[in-house]
């Protein structure tokens, strides 16, 4: 099942990847629910489509559809969202480890991932919405049992040493 979801409208907002090519006109950010301090961050699945649209101009919005089910060799991504790091000099530095389970419990094949690469740069607008550089992609095989995943992400703000943790379930259906 897909549900949207809505994160604002971030046109204009400066949603970018690793490097920074143009700032955003100033908004009133508050962030995302999940936060530690001024540090907030939102879990997202999305298809194929959100995928690439994440590639569009930031002046275009983007509107994601985040994905709850997903069926044998569909191909979908996780990506993390967030705002409010701290920098030094100028510099910001966002991780994020990622694991999945089964439904059983057990780590999904090796997707126990530690300092994977949110955003590794320079900025002077630590409020824009960023993403994940670094992006992990799940496709299920014929072999895989159906039921619930969990993903679990922390993502971490290495420069303001604060973290917030994030659940979502993707359900495989055969």
Known sequence: MLKPVVLATLLGLGLMGPVVAQEAPMRDMRGFPEADGPFSAALVVVDEAGHTAFNAPS??????????????????????????????????????????????????????????????????????????????GIRFEDKDMAGPYRIEVTVQDVNGNRHVPLVTTLRLVK
């Open 59 to 136: 002046d275009q919005g983007l509107q994601l559809t985040d994905v709850s089910e997903v069926a044998v060799g569909q191909r979908v991504f996780v990506k993390v969202l967030f705002t409010g790091m701290a920098l030094s000099d100028g510099f910001g530095l966002v991780t994020y480890d990622v694991r999945l389970l089964s439904p059983d419990g057990a780590v999904y094949s090796e997707t126990d991932h530690k300092g994977l690469t949110a955003f590794r740069g320079a900025t002077t607008r630590p409020e824009q919405i960023f993403n994940n550089s670094a992006t992990l």
